[in-house]
């Protein structure tokens, strides 16, 4: 009985000692429990890491291109270690930005009003200058019989045709295509098999329809453009029917906690850094191609009104 007494005491002053290993932010060389910013200041680390994220929108090998590419730049410029955290899709964009695995994202409209208002007090810092009036791009295989569409009226052509957006929480590649195939009389169920497709990226949606998997789909501009530019899309075989009027977009958007994080006025700095890179700088016009653009400028919550809306109305954003 003394010896069983004895070894309970042994391992109870045991558990006591390793009891912070189980806590948040006490573990023993493990991943820590805590949010990234309580873990960094329960370890004492001098200098945060700003992490940085972008929508999946086109294919890995363009992302990890351009991000580490942004990453460096910023470093450069802001004097804090910056790294890039490529994520599996739309929806892990806005749950690693809610739950402050990232603190800086490249969101596509709707992704972005998602984001903030799962995020309160999240900053919209800025868009390209394509953004302000970005477009999409009806597309369609040169033998499904699809001729170039007018006004959205013309969408009712698609009917019964075989169609693909690309994500389901894309802004150019679903969400306005579909508020602007509703203006035309357009219904998701008017398709072929009573459904749209999702292929998940702009690059894949060109792709299937080149193919001929699908009859016509539906693409941001930008990428269209860079996929004819770059001969991955085949004009004999991918045409352009229509092109949609113009709507704001893409934005970065920063944590709400910034400034406490890397220090006061930490957000402007950040903000002021973006809007001025230029295609005069080597570095910075490398990054300004990739995206697409010829500069970024300030951008605010109210430029994204209509996306709200337009997701509260096909029930992507409740």
Known sequence: MAIRKHWAAVLTGLSLVLLPAALPGGNLGGPSLLPPAQAEQARGQAKPVLRIGAIPDQKPEKLNRLYPLVAA?????????????????????????????????????????????????AQVLAQRDIDVAFHSVFIANTTSGLKPIRDVKGLTELKGKRFTFGSESSTSGRLMPQYFLAKGGVKLSDFAGGLPGFSGSHDTTIAL??????????????????????????????????????????????????????????????????????????????????????????????????????????????
Do not use: M
Not at 91 to 110: E, K, Q, S
Not at 217 to 233: F, I, K, M, P, Y
């Open 209 to 318: 329809v080149q193919s001929g998997a699908y009859d016509a789909g539906v693409v941001n501009e930008q990428v269209w453009r860079t996929s004819l530019h770059d001969g991955r899309a085949n004009r004999a075989k991918v045409v352009a029917i229509w092109r949609t009027p113009g709507y704001s977009d893409y934005h970065w958007i920063g944590q709400p906690n910034l400034d406490q994080r890397f220090g006061k006025g930490f957000s402007r700095k950040l903000q002021a850094a973006i809007i001025s890179w230029r295609t005069t700088n080597p570095q910075q016009k490398q990054i300004l191609g990739l995206f697409s653009a010829q500069q970024f400028s300030k951008s605010t919550a109210a430029n994204y009104k209509q996306i709200e809306q337009v997701g509260r109305q096909i029930g992507k954003i409740r």
């Open 73 to 121: 730049e910023l470093e450069r410029q802001l004097g804090v270690p910056v790294t890039y955290v490529p994520v599996v899709d739309y929806t892990a964009a806005v749950t690693a930005f809610r739950t402050g695995d990232l603190d800086l994202v490249w969101f596509g409209g709707l992704t972005g009003v998602q984001a903030r208002l799962q995020k309160p007090g």
